[in-house]
T-cell receptor, first 115, second 109 residues
Framework: NAGVTQTPKFQVLKTGQSMTLQCAQDMNHNSMYWYRQDPGMGLRLIYYSASEGTTDKGEVPNGYNVSRLNKREFSLRLESAAPSQTSVYFC??????????????FGPGTRLTVL | DAKTTQPPSMDCAEGRAANLPCNHSTISGNEYVYWYRQIHSQGPQYIIHGLKNNETNEMASLIITEDRKSSTLILPHATLRDTAVYYC??????????WGAGTKLIIKP
């Protein structure tokens, strides 16, 4: 089991460029999440997908879009990158969304710099 | 969901028990306490969670006070590899975990 995988690991973009961050899990989990983490801060939820075919906004969705491609894959797209989106992005998955079964498993992160 | 308060940093000697406190005075009856840790810049790792009873697993113990307004995560025999940022999160029916800044735990040899 690879768990949660993310690509790429590092990315540098210029302001206004677009890109898609990829995430996949092989644990047959229903729910998937995208977070961002700024230096010295906790994680903030961008979008989540409670189950295949559904997506919902989190705490900081502006400037991002997501696609739940299938049960395994959940991608995050930046349409027009801005320096404020420089951050580390983590993807996570969990068996379900409801407590108490919401143990989340995280990927290694993508370190994104927008110049 | 209730907010949590944790000390920004703590030290512990290797081999000793590390006790990490968390205050969650506004917790409601159906909200769980979750603990995660983040080693260096890796993705966070789930440690343990509980509702009102004390819980123990292979990684740690979680002690929740009777009034549920605070809890303590205990790492019984801390090693250098336990150096990390530890997050205490209260989570209920809402979909999202609210992450604070956590406690940076430094294990010293």
């Amino acid at each position: 089991n690879a768990g949660v995988t993310q690509t790429p690991k590092f990315q540098v973009l210029k302001t206004g460029q677009s890109m898609t961050l990829q995430c996949a899990q092989d644990m047959n989990h229903n729910s998937m999440y995208w977070y961002r983490q700024d230096p010295g801060m906790g994680l903030r939820l961008i979008y989540y997908s409670a189950s295949e075919g559904t997506t919902d906004k989190g705490e900081v969705p502006n400037g991002y879009n997501v696609s739940r491609l299938n049960k395994r894959e959940f991608s995050l797209r930046l349409e027009s990158a801005a320096p404020s989106q420089t951050s580390v992005y983590f993807c996570a998955s969990s068996p379900q969304r409801q407590v108490p079964y919401n143990e989340q498993f995280f990927g290694p992160g993508t370190r994104l710099t927008v110049l | 969901d209730a907010k949590t308060t944790q000390p920004p940093s703590m030290d512990c000697a290797e081999g000793r028990a590390a006790n990490l406190p968390c205050n969650h005075s506004t917790i409601s009856g159906n909200e769980y306490v979750y603990w995660y840790r983040q080693i260096h810049s890796q993705g966070p790792q789930y440690i343990i969670h509980g509702l009102k009873n004390n819980e123990t697993n292979e990684m740690a113990s979680l002690i929740i006070t009777e009034d549920r307004k605070s809890s303590t995560l205990i790492l019984p025999h801390a090693t250098l590899r336990d150096t990390a940022v530890y997050y205490c999160i209260v989570w209920g029916s809402n979909y999202q975990l609210i992450w604070g800044a956590g406690t940076k735990l430094i294990i010293k040899p």
